[in-house]
């Protein structure tokens, strides 16, 4: 499966008109039918997954060198793609994010997700969808984007009724 994902992704890259020499390319997606979920990672990027309490459920690989990570058009990509599924028990939310986002969406220190992966949940748990996007577009243009001079995504997966069983 890792590389029928990984190959799709390539020719998906190939087909926009950019050759895989080119573009350095990390993989980072989530599918979901609103009930079963499966996540995938190729690269820095992580994936955090929040019910109660927030967990890291993909974390970012890197390569030997510092500041390396893996690509779409890196030889043997699908031995790096690591990939989750599950089903929304609980009402969870998952977080995926680009390397920028999730370095400080991750503690280090502590080898866990920082309290802003809780924040960003309970945003989801107390606000409707237009609040959390305003919420979260007002952080990432001000705390994120200062913070790091990487690319920096979030998207956010949850079941549409999160809000209102909680």
């Known amino acids: 499966m890792s590389n029928l994902i990984a190959n799709t992704a390539l020719n998906a890259l190939e087909q926009t008109g950019y050759s895989a ?3 350095a390319c990390t993989l980072l997606f989530c599918v979901t039918d609103g009930i079963r979920w499966i ?3 190729l690269g820095d990027g992580r994936v955090f997954i929040c019910d109660e ?3 890291l459920l993909i974390d970012a690989e890197h390569g030997e060198i510092c500041g ?5 058009s890196s030889p043997n990509a699908a031995c790096h793609l690591t990939l989750r599924s ?3 028990q609980n009402n969870e939310l998952i977080i995926l994010s680009t390397d920028g986002a999730g370095n400080l969406l991750y503690d280090e220190q502590n080898q866990c ?3 802003a992966v809780g924040t960003i949940s309970q945003w989801t748990c107390d606000f409707d969808k237009t609040k959390v996007y305003s919420l979260l577009s007002q952080s990432l243009s001000e705390a994120f984007a200062d913070a790091t001079n990487d690319d920096v ?8 009724d999160r809000s209102a069983q909680r």
Do not use: R
Request: aromatic share 14%.
């Open 113 to 115: 997700p920082a309290a």
């Open 153 to 160: 995504s979030i998207v956010l997966l949850y079941p549409k």
């Open 68 to 72: 390396e990570t893996f690509f779409v």
């Open 21 to 23: 020499e080119t573009v």
């Open 86 to 88: 599950g089903s929304f």
């Open 39 to 41: 996540c995938g990672n």
């Open 53 to 55: 309490t927030p967990k």
